[in-house]
């Protein structure tokens, strides 16, 4: 078989293998509010949430377009093959490490410094499409203080407008609420992180000339669908642990102002189709609505943690890949 032939379904596998682990990796996101306030018992919350991605995923693919041109031209790509494959392979270790200490951080942030610091190593800085992967970064730096903006407003007109609802009662019919809302945020994740896998593969068929566009095929969008959702059905008991209960002790009104203020900033980026962190973003929202409540009653020092996790996963990864790069291409 050409070798060329064997690095590509290698790289579909790792492609695959990355969107399985970002499912599991990212069912937090989703999930863990309504687990927190018992909206849901946690079997049915990451059923409901793999059947969420699964339809999400199959139902956009700009974020997908954007991966796969807007960070370098893969039809210009040097040994575009074996960039793709130590960017999946950097990618996927960030994401085990994290997800094996409890942090929720990005898997975005990884992908993408993973894809420039592999070109980086394969033909230098001037690889990079610099307006396409500022545009990238901007939106993933953005997102997060948009969502905790959101979550703040979002929480604060709750409190206005149920300030004389009889207490437990509200909290029952927010509860019923949530779910909806934690299916609403599944969707909304799958129509943009299952993208970033499908931008991969196209980019590794477009190097291994079995593909002249940067349309996305039918199959590569069912593969990655089902990878997402079958990670999201293994679950990331640790992550949820982390975002359903160390930021802020989360009551039902509480978790549907976060669902709902993540999945309108996740949806925004997906209709501009651009990759964001679902983790910045539902992280934020929460922390947005914490801060609405109560300042004090926000564990801020998960929040640091969690914001440092954030801010060295694009450098990192950048040097991890550059780093693969050159080991891999000591054996082709």
Request: proline letters at 2%; one cysteine or more; aromatic letters at 10%.
């Amino acid at each position: 078989m050409d070798s060329l032939l064997i690095i590509t379904v290698a790289i579909v596998a790792c492609a695959l293998l990355f969107d399985f682990i970002n499912g599991f990796h990212d069912t937090a996101n989703a999930i863990a509010t309504a687990v927190s306030t018992k909206a849901l018992k946690p079997r049915h919350a990451i059923l409901l949430a793999a059947v969420m991605n699964f339809i999400g995923a199959l139902m956009a693919t700009g974020v997908a377009q954007t991966i796969a041109k807007d960070i370098v031209d893969p039809f210009k790509l040097e040994n575009g093959s074996i960039v793709i494959l130590a960017a999946l392979i950097s990618a996927i270790a960030w994401n085990l490490l994290t997800w094996y200490f409890g942090i929720p951080s990005s898997s975005s942030h990884a992908l993408i410094g993973s894809i420039a610091g592999a070109a980086i190593a394969s033909a230098g800085f001037g690889v990079l499409h610099y307006q396409g992967f500022s545009k990238i970064i901007l939106a993933l730096i953005a997102s997060p203080i948009l969502a905790f903006i959101v979550g703040f407003i979002m929480y604060s007109i709750f409190k206005v407008v149920f300030k004389n609802n009889n207490l437990t009662k509200t909290n029952r019919n927010f509860r019923f609420i949530q779910i909806g809302t934690a299916a609403l945020q599944a969707f909304s994740h799958g129509t943009n992180d299952a993208q970033k896998a499908m931008g991969i593969i196209t980019m590794a068929l477009i190097s291994a000339n079995l593909q002249t566009t940067t349309d996305i095929e039918l199959w590569v969008k069912i593969s990655c669908a089902t990878a997402m959702g079958l990670g999201t059905a293994v679950g990331g008991w640790k992550i949820i642990k982390t975002v359903g209960g160390n930021i802020m002790k989360i009551r039902p009104a509480n978790g549907v102002a976060a669902d709902l203020s993540s999945a309108f900033v996740i949806f925004g980026a997906t209709f501009i189709h651009l990759p964001v962190s679902t983790t910045h973003v539902v992280s934020s929202s929460i922390l947005g609505v914490g801060s609405s409540q109560r300042v004090k009653g926000v564990k801020w020092t998960t929040a640091q943690r969690m914001i440092i996790t954030w801010i060295i996963t694009l450098p990192v990864s950048i040097v991890l890949s550059f780093i693969i790069y050159h080991i891999c291409m000591l054996f082709v």
